[in-house]
């Protein structure tokens, strides 16, 4: 995830000039033909415009306030679970006298940890990585995900025979926490732990399904399709329309202008809606930047990172000094 001050005004027009290249066609084409060619009839009241315009920008406003709420409810998911994390990790040290245990229990957490973004991490038909503004974008950062796989990361934290067992289930991270709700019934069974400890454990696994299963409804579950459509559409067609209906407002100024503007003040119209449509393309584009918040984009929840410090706690909490440092953003 992008947290710096603020994306540079040039690294911006470089992932949005695709649109600024199809904007400018849009512009100049309405303008040769109506100036060059003749065909005044080409002009269309701007009330028209404006009237498409406003419906835009409701249905544009609308959708990225929602993207921006998808998320943003993926931050506090993730957030739930760094802090549930810390808090398993100090009941898996204080209610065990068992050192090889609480480290059992602590490193197979890592283990769900690592599976379920992983799973956050995998692609849907919908999602927008491989879009080329998106592609081209990637070459300033890294997905930890797409570089290792997943096998060699679990082998970290998990014994061989469980981790053959877990790699042959449909929903890894599911599974791994079952193993855990499992360890926890034979630490009870064996009185290693009392009811008290054993509801109480209990209870955070039941808080790691439910906020794994928040994730993968965010995940698995797109903005809905009927709502991007129509704001695609509603944005094209008025980026589409925009110069026709600027026109005759640019023609009329030739009346009140003199020198070597004077009868072609009608070419302003290509710059003034290159740039509110531009405006239109851009507040689309980066709704639709915010739409997925897994993917692996820019400005994605930065999973990979929570992750790296739930483990640099939990393991501080073991007394481990050979840490690796928390990733750069």
């Not at 998320?71 to 957030?79: D, F, K, M, S």
């Not at 584009?285 to 739409?291: K, L, W």
């Not at 984009?297 to 440092?325: F, K, W």
Request: charged residues 20%.
């Amino acid at each position: 995830m992008h947290v710096g001050k603020s994306y540079k005004l040039s690294e911006f027009l470089v992932w949005t000039r695709k649109s600024i290249y199809k904007l400018l066609f849009l512009g100049v084409i309405p303008v040769v033909l109506y100036q060059v060619v003749g065909f005044k009839w080409l002009s269309i009241p701007w009330t028209v415009v404006a009237l498409l315009g406003t419906a835009t920008a409701f249905i544009v406003g609308f959708k990225n306030t929602q993207t921006y709420n998808r998320t943003w409810e993926a931050h506090q998911i993730w957030t739930a679970i760094l802090s549930s994390s810390r808090i398993w990790g100090t009941m898996s040290r204080d209610f065990l006298n068992n050192p090889e245990k609480t480290k059992e229990l602590i490193y197979r957490h890592f283990a769900w940890l690592t599976a379920l973004r992983y799973e956050m991490r995998g692609y849907r038909v919908w999602e927008t990585t491989e879009k080329r503004h998106n592609a081209e974008y990637r070459k300033f950062y890294t997905v930890p995900e797409h570089e290792v796989a997943l096998e060699t990361e679990l082998s970290k934290y998990m014994p061989a025979e469980e981790l053959q067992q877990i790699l042959k289930t449909a929903n890894k991270s599911t599974q791994i926490m079952a193993l855990q709700s499992k360890t926890i019934k034979e630490l009870y069974d064996a009185q290693a732990i009392v009811v008290l400890q054993f509801v109480e454990m209990q209870r955070t696994v039941k808080e790691f399904y439910v906020q794994q299963s928040k994730s993968e409804h965010i995940k698995n579950s797109p903005y809905p399709r009927q709502y991007a459509i129509i704001n695609t559409l509603l944005v094209s067609l008025f980026c589409f329309l925009l110069p026709f209906g600027m026109l005759k407002e640019f023609d009329k100024l030739n009346e009140s202008i003199e020198g070597v503007m004077k009868g072609n003040m009608v070419w302003l119209v290509v710059p003034f809606s290159v740039i509110l449509s531009w405006i239109y393309a851009s507040l689309v584009q980066v709704g639709e930047s915010t739409e997925n918040p897994f993917e692996g984009n820019a400005n994605d929840v930065p999973i990979s990172q929570l992750c790296h410090m739930a483990e640099m706690d939990l393991r501080e909490m073991l007394g481990e000094t050979d840490i690796p440092p928390l990733s750069k953003p």
